[in-house]
């Protein structure tokens, strides 16, 4: 079992950044690749990002990159999504979840924190 917690959301204004931090607990943590979703009210959960267990590899979705990073400390249990040059669009609850691989498909995911609210303000 695995148990995550997200925190760092909050309101910020556009053009600028916000860190989000997923805390993961659990004897297996540390063998998932993690994945951050958001979702905005109205509209599906859409990926945001995923890093491997090993922190080598990353996938991003068009729409953040370049914007958002994505880094997991593995002596911490903790997953990072460092988010820049942030647009109104990006207003949406984000979720840290993790899964088997770097999946864009959030049902291949078998883990999920409850979510933070992040807003963004034009």
């Known amino acids: 079992q695995v148990q995550l917690v997200e925190s760092g959301g909050g309101l910020v204004q556009a053009g600028g950044s916000l860190r989000l931090s997923c805390a993961g607990s659990g004897r297996t943590f540390s063998s998932y690749a993690m994945g951050w979703f958001r979702q905005a009210p109205g509209k599906e959960r859409e990926f945001v990002a995923a890093i491997s267990w090993s922190g080598v590899s990353t996938n991003y979705a068009d729409s953040v990159k370049g914007r958002f990073t994505i880094t997991r400390d593995k002596a911490k249990n903790t997953v990072y999504l460092q988010m820049n040059s942030l647009k109104p669009e990006d207003t949406a609850v984000y979720y840290c979840?993790?899964?088997?691989?770097?999946?864009?498909?959030?049902?291949?995911?078998?883990?999920w924190g409850q979510g933070t609210q992040v807003t963004v303000s034009s």
């Open positions: 979840a993790a899964g088997s691989g770097l999946n864009r498909g959030y049902r291949t995911y078998d883990y």
